[in-house]
């Protein structure tokens, strides 16, 4: 079964700062999706970046930007130029490739709270 | 409204009573998800379904019951509620496509006394 681990409960950054969240994961395949979602005190998830594992290419979405290392199964969360709506918590999450598989399902992480000082 | 809805957004129940928790999604999505969020665990898969009437465990299934009769439909249900079933729920959904993404609702508080 495929684990996803976040070894940073907790986060700190200055506003205007850059910051980066960890995530490791455990799998077998080589064919995935890799994610990260953030989850304001709203409780929305919503989606931050993704991630295909067939692409070398690191993905980034304006300040968020991703450090993609497959062979070391690293996918960590760059965020530059924080603002005060950064903070959140950060789930970084899993999924197969193989579409209508029985694991088409997102693996989660624990999650990382990030705060962001003024 | 297009979109995922979950309801009630907040419930308080006693012990051993049951509940269910309404899920719709208005995309057709194949996919539907049913998740538990607890503070130290993220998010733990509940019960999942690739299709109208065709369901599968996950991560921590015991204690809950899901169908799934129409595609844009799946009910949870707590079959006698224990304390320990006290969590936020979230439903998702998500396309059959290798880049499908998966949406969430806004999320259900429940609440067992």
């Known amino acids: 079964a495929q684990t996803v681990t976040q070894s940073q409960p907790e986060m700190s950054v200055q506003e205007a700062e850059t910051v980066t969240l960890s995530c490791t994961y455990d799998?077998?395949?080589?064919?995935?999706?890799l994610f990260w979602y953030k989850q304001p005190p709203s409780r929305q998830m919503i989606l931050v970046i993704r991630?295909?594992?067939?692409?070398?290419q690191n993905a980034t979405e304006n300040r968020f930007s991703v450090n993609f290392q497959k062979a070391a199964k690293s996918f960590s969360l760059k965020i530059s130029d924080s603002q005060l709506g950064d903070a959140a918590m950060y789930f970084c999450?899993?999924?197969?490739?193989?579409?209508?598989?029985?694991?088409?399902?997102?693996?989660f992480g624990k999650g990382t709270l990030l705060t962001v000082n003024p | 409204d297009a979109g995922i809805t979950q309801s009630p957004r907040y419930k308080i129940t006693e012990t051993g009573r049951q509940v269910t928790l309404m899920c719709h999604q208005t995309w057709s999505h194949s996919y539907m998800f049913w998740y538990r969020q607890d503070l130290g665990h993220g998010l733990r898969l509940i019960y999942y379904?690739?299709?109208?009437?065709?369901?599968d465990k996950g991560e921590v299934p015991d204690g809950y019951v899901v169908s799934r009769s129409k595609t844009e439909n799946f009910p949870l249900t707590l079959e006698s509620a224990t304390r320990s079933q006290t969590s936020v729920y979230f439903c998702a959904s998500s396309e059959d496509s290798q880049t499908g993404e998966a949406f969430f609702g806004q999320g259900t508080r429940l609440t067992v006394v």
């Open positions: 379904s690739a299709a109208a009437d065709i369901t």
């Open positions: 999450a899993y999924r197969t490739g193989s579409v209508g598989g029985s694991n088409y399902k997102l693996t």
């Open positions: 991630q295909e594992a067939y692409k070398q």
């Open positions: 799998t077998s395949e080589s064919d995935y999706y």
